[in-house]
């Protein structure tokens, strides 16, 4: 069992002011509690992906034993609640680091990292996370999910809701997103559970990067209805076409502040301020970029904050002023 408390046993330590999660089966006390689990230094937003496969010895936290294992058939509604500010950033139990903004749970007994399916029973909203830390230890809790999960399925006001928990499978170690994002265009599509996994591998291999052309006279007003669908390049395309991630239209202020400041770390982030039938909105892009695989790549790192929509535009700006 690692000796470092992960963010749920944080949470724990926090909310019940106990001893954190051990690390041996006959303490009392795990000698590491109140340490806490290491924050990520650097700049910009933490890496996805990493750490190792791991599922662990029995321990035991607040008198209650659990006994991590590989349980292909889990599947069990409860209570689920949800963590963020005051773990962003931080190192979970399997080596990752902590976001609050993507698709991730924490989970008492199942293997790291891992994919579920999670349903607010609530209202029907389901979504795919990646499991990769140890939680939930209040009540009869049985998951507890990232900020941006809650925010999905509807309960974040809240704090807590009824969910329905599925174990799909193992999760790879190195996901720059793109896998995640694909499992919950496999969710949307209707595929089984247990296809999911290798449908999702397949379709990131077989699909083409879907990229649309902006128009040069947006000036940074990105209506829909200006997009045309291109097909796809299969040579270099010129140096003279830029490529830019159309993020997504945010209706609070705060949230679009918020990611345009994790987005700078990305490439350069243009925000067009639009009237909708609520009030402004806010549309993000990222870019531009000049060659479409650092675009891909910044597309990816997109989807991980939980933006599934996200997509690529093309802009012959600077070709139009050679000609």
């Given at each position: 069992?690692?000796?470092?408390?992960?963010?749920?046993?944080?949470?724990?330590?926090?909310?019940?002011?106990?001893?954190?999660?051990?690390?041996?089966?006959?303490?009392?006390?795990?000698?590491?509690?109140?340490?806490?689990?290491?924050?990520?230094?650097?700049?910009?937003?933490?890496?996805?992906?990493?750490?190792?496969?791991?599922?662990?010895?029995?321990?035991?936290?607040?008198?209650?034993?659990?006994?991590?294992?590989?349980q292909p058939n889990y599947d069990k509604t409860g209570p689920a609640s949800w963590y963020g500010e005051a773990f962003n950033r931080r190192?979970?139990?399997?080596?990752?680091?902590?976001?609050?903004?993507?698709?991730?749970?924490?989970?008492?007994?199942?293997?790291?990292?891992?994919?579920?399916k999670v349903t607010n029973v609530s209202n029907g909203n389901s979504v795919i996370v990646r499991i990769n830390d140890r939680g939930p230890?209040?009540g009869p809790r049985i998951i507890d999910l990232s900020k941006q999960t809650a925010s999905v399925l509807g309960f974040k006001r809240q704090?807590?809701?009824?969910?329905?928990?599925?174990?799909?499978?193992?999760?790879?170690?190195?996901?720059?997103?793109?896998?995640?994002?694909?499992?919950?265009?496999?969710?949307?599509?209707?595929?089984?559970?247990?296809?999911?996994?290798?449908?999702?591998?397949?379709?990131?291999?077989?699909?083409?990067?879907?990229?649309?052309?902006?128009?040069?006279?947006?000036?940074?007003?990105?209506?829909?209805?200006?997009?045309?669908?291109?097909?796809?390049?299969?040579?270099?395309?010129?140096?003279?076409?830029?490529?830019?991630?159309?993020?997504?239209?945010?209706?609070?202020?705060?949230?679009?502040?918020?990611?345009?400041?994790?987005?700078?770390?990305?490439?350069?982030?243009?925000?067009?301020?639009?009237?909708?039938?609520?009030?402004?909105?806010?549309?993000?892009?990222?870019?531009?970029?000049?060659?479409?695989?650092?675009?891909?790549?910044?597309?990816?790192?997109?989807?991980?904050?939980?933006?599934?929509?996200?997509?690529?535009?093309?802009?012959?700006?600077?070709?139009?002023?050679?000609?």
């Open positions: 069992m690692r000796k470092l408390l992960s963010v749920s046993c944080i949470l724990l330590a926090m909310s019940l002011t106990i001893s954190g999660c051990s690390s041996n089966k006959t303490a009392s006390r795990d000698p590491f509690a109140g340490i806490g689990s290491p924050i990520y230094k650097g700049s910009g937003p933490v890496p996805m992906g990493g750490g190792r496969y791991h599922i662990g010895e029995p321990y035991q936290v607040a008198g209650r034993w659990f006994t991590p294992k590989e190192m979970t139990s399997n080596g990752e680091w902590f976001d609050m903004t993507r698709l991730t749970a924490a989970h008492p007994t199942l293997p790291l990292p891992s994919y579920a230890f209040v704090g807590t809701a009824t969910v329905r928990v599925q174990y799909i499978g193992p999760a790879p170690i190195d996901d720059d997103g793109s896998n995640l994002v694909a499992m919950n265009r496999e969710l949307e599509n209707g595929t089984p559970l247990r296809q999911m996994i290798a449908a999702a591998s397949g379709r990131r291999l077989a699909e083409p990067v879907q990229v649309a052309e902006a128009d040069p006279a947006e000036q940074g007003v990105y209506e829909a209805d200006m997009e045309q669908p291109i097909a796809q390049m299969e040579q270099s395309p010129p140096s003279a076409v830029n490529y830019f991630v159309q993020a997504g239209t945010f209706a609070d202020p705060d949230n679009a502040e918020r990611l345009r400041q994790e987005f700078v770390n990305i490439g350069p982030v243009q925000v067009a301020e639009l009237m909708g039938n609520d009030g402004p909105v806010y549309r993000m892009r990222v870019g531009p970029f000049n060659n479409l695989n650092d675009a891909q790549i910044a597309l990816n790192q997109v989807h991980g904050y939980g933006l599934p929509d996200a997509h690529l535009l093309e802009s012959h700006l600077q070709q139009a002023s050679l000609q």
